[in-house]
């Protein structure tokens, strides 16, 4: 299969509900999606790099320079028959994973509707729907989040995680717990805490999390070892894991008992696919992350967690949570059991809606080989 022709695009789509972090609150998701036409099939990939740097180095701008300098270069006008090969064809290019991941995915896209047979079927899914839960921001008081975490549990969705920072911690993990003692719980603190924190992370100990997700820092390995043996809450790495060799090394430090998987900050789904056989292997859990994604990113997600891996609940929740009107379509939609179906149609599963994409898209250009 010929990649032909490329299409990037920069969109800007309102939040239905500003989403808070450690780093910062966003109000808007600006992102980067892409189009390849290879001899008739059409793929999409979205890249999740954020407007800044504020989740990893990558950004909606670094992302689109080194996509046209750099990787569509490379890959306009060859052939493609598999994941392998597009990885094969980016590995002279070091980091920019985000940017890589948009590419790959929407190759995976077309390839799979080429073939006729879904993403989730091209990457090795095995189900037929997957277990959702939400992710939700650091919220201005913890009553509000209380509020927050009823409204989500009566909409059925199966784990909460919540989002910490010093200042904001304890307090509502408490009024959480005290509320739903029995809820599946977690906190992610996106690397707000350092090893100096750590007596006050094992306090934490007390609320029967399932998980504290990255507490220190975006690019440490060691201090999350040296803490996982500070605290009885287990550790699962999000920001500091960037391919399967990186989740080997935690494994091996046992830095961490549970792995967010990402396609983006993985470079795509097949190393997203290896590093959840990795993890599979070593008998540890792993779960897929999310990005405030539009359609596109949600439907790559979706397939992603039906490998026999996703034994945990992910952050790929319902459409309905993130916008008015998606990009792409149809909306995913949360079952009355708390999951997700995973679409069984060619490719990714959702179509892209050209009118609503229009609205949104504040700079369009065009690649061709040669
Ligand atoms: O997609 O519902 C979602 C957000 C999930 O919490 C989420 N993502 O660190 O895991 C994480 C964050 C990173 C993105 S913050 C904009
Ligand atoms: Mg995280």
Redesign the pocket.
Known sequence: MRIERAELRVVSIPLIHP?E?SFGR?SEKTCLLLRLDCEGAVGWGECVA?SGPW?SEETTGTARLVLAEHILPLVLGRDFDTGDDVCRALARVRGNRMAQAALETACLDALARSQSVSLAQLLGGVRTEIESG??IGIQESPEALVRNVERELSAGYKRI?I?IKPGADHEYVRAVRREFPHVPLMV?A?SAYTLADADRLAELDHFALMMI??PLAHDDVLDHSILAGRIKTPICL??SVHSAEDARKALDLEACRVV?I?SGRLGGLTESVRTHDLCLKRATPVWC?????TNIGRAANVALSSLPGFTLPG???ASA??FEHDVALPNFELTLGGTIAVPEGPGSGVEVDTRRLDQVTLLREEFTAG
């Not at 992350?289 to 994604?293: A, D, Q, T, V, Y």
């Open positions: 989403f972090t966003e954020m989740y939400v992710s995680k989002k992610d996106n997700e990255q999000d920001e967010n990402k992350g999310g990005m405030l994604e952050d790929v929740a949570r993130y």
